[in-house]
């Protein structure tokens, strides 16, 4: 029955699917570990802008023994997974972004598509989609200012974020003749909207559709389809009242006095090399915002602003409102959860295969 393979999970934000793994227990297949990284995290959660998911993909079958994480993929931190015989690579921030028109050894990110693919290496990026996750990147920055309450200060511009309904189920209907009998059999239901649908151009072809429901026309939605399972296959259902977006706001009980006296533990957890802020100023509300945070935070009414990096002049206009700056350099607001991701990675994928972080992976400003 439908119950046996798909678990509602309705406290967190986690994609939840029939996907069954590999049964061996040193590899995955590649197709299994990507379904089970987009259950850890939506990828339809990332920006539009983004360009995030697999992005270079050996000829199949691809086993995966080691996953191989890292925060920017260098030709050094390449030459790294290589000797450690990563299969996969994760890298946060996505190597390849801008469109390539050619694959030769000219340029640096030419190379890196060229060494993956030599040595039957993927490359996968989650970016902002494991900002946007509530276990993810800004959850983790958050960690470093102790205990807090928080909320999203912008909400997320994924191109597909639902407006309304509490759970989204998505499906591939198994024949497409059969796609406006379904269709209409679920409009039927109160409180279901149909998002999208398409057909889709993967290897099997086949119609996928994406509905969003209340809490109580998902039950109603299940039903139909454990009663009419001869349409539709790898169903997918994701809460989503818990999701967090890109950007996090933190009202604090801790903050009077933080930066003045506790600037070094903050430091400390965030691989902190530089930082601006006006000792004068109290601390009660903090925005943050991993990465570059500029565009994100301007205009948000807060007494600190932390991030990794912010243009001299916004800094400037944050300084002329009052406001305190923490710059950290971009990556160091980012890389520090790589060791929290490879340990919920563990959890998540029942130690099935091995997940290493790069050592060479690093900031590239150092401050001296
Ligand atoms: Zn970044």
């Known amino acids: 029955m439908l119950s046996s393979r798909v678990r509602l999970v309705a406290t967190t934000a986690r994609l939840v699917h029939s996907q069954i793994y590999s049964s061996s227990r040193s590899f995955m297949d590649l197709k299994a570990l990507l379904c089970s990284l987009n259950d850890f995290a939506s990828l339809s959660f990332a920006e539009s802008w983004d360009n995030v998911g697999l992005l270079v993909e050996p000829s199949p079958p691809h086993t995966v023994n080691t996953l191989f994480l890292t925060n920017d993929l260098t030709e050094e931190v390449m030459e790294e997974a290589l000797q450690k015989k990563a299969d996969l690579i994760l890298s946060y921030h996505p190597p390849i972004f801008r469109p390539m028109k050619r694959i030769t050894w000219k340029t640096w990110k030419e190379r890196l598509v060229i060494r993956a693919l030599e040595n039957r290496v993927g490359i996968y990026s989650p970016h902002t989609a494991y900002d946007a996750a509530p276990q993810g990147v800004n959850s983790w920055l958050a960690k470093g200012l102790g205990v807090c309450t928080s909320r ?3 909400p997320s511009k994924a191109p597909d974020y639902p407006t309304e309904g509490t759970h989204r189920v998505e499906f591939s209907v198994t024949h497409t003749q059969d796609l406006d009998k379904v269709v209409s059999s679920l409009k039927e239901i109160a409180g279901v909207s149909v998002t999208s649908f398409s057909a889709r151009a993967d290897d099997e072809e086949q119609t996928r559709l994406s509905l969003n429901c209340t809490q109580q026309a998902l039950m109603q939605v299940v039903a139909f389809l454990s009663q009419n399972r001869q349409f539709y296959q790898k169903t997918e259902i994701l809460s989503l009242e818990k999701v967090i977006k890109d950007i996090l706001c933190y009202s604090a009980v801790l903050f009077d006095k933080f930066i003045c ?15 601006l802020y006006r000792e004068e100023s109290p601390v009660k509300v903090v925005a943050l915002c991993a990465g570059s945070g500029s565009s994100v935070l301007q205009g948000t009414d807060a007494d600190l602003y932390l991030t ?28 520090g959860f790589l060791s929290d991701l490879r340990d919920m990675l563990h959890a998540h994928l029942e130690n099935k295969i091995n997940i290493i972080l790069s050592e060479t992976d690093r900031d590239p400003l150092h401050v001296i």
Do not use: W, Y
Not at 262 to 271: D, E, N, Q, R, S
Not at 310 to 327: C, E, N, R, W
């Open 308 to 335: 990794g990096e912010m243009s001299h002049h916004d800094v400037l206009d944050a300084a002329s409102q009052g406001i305190s700056v923490i710059l950290c350099e971009h990556s160091n607001t980012e890389r």
């Open 152 to 154: 999203p200060i912008h």
């Open 261 to 275: 006296k506790k600037h070094k533990v903050v430091m400390k957890a965030l691989l902190v090399s530089c930082f």
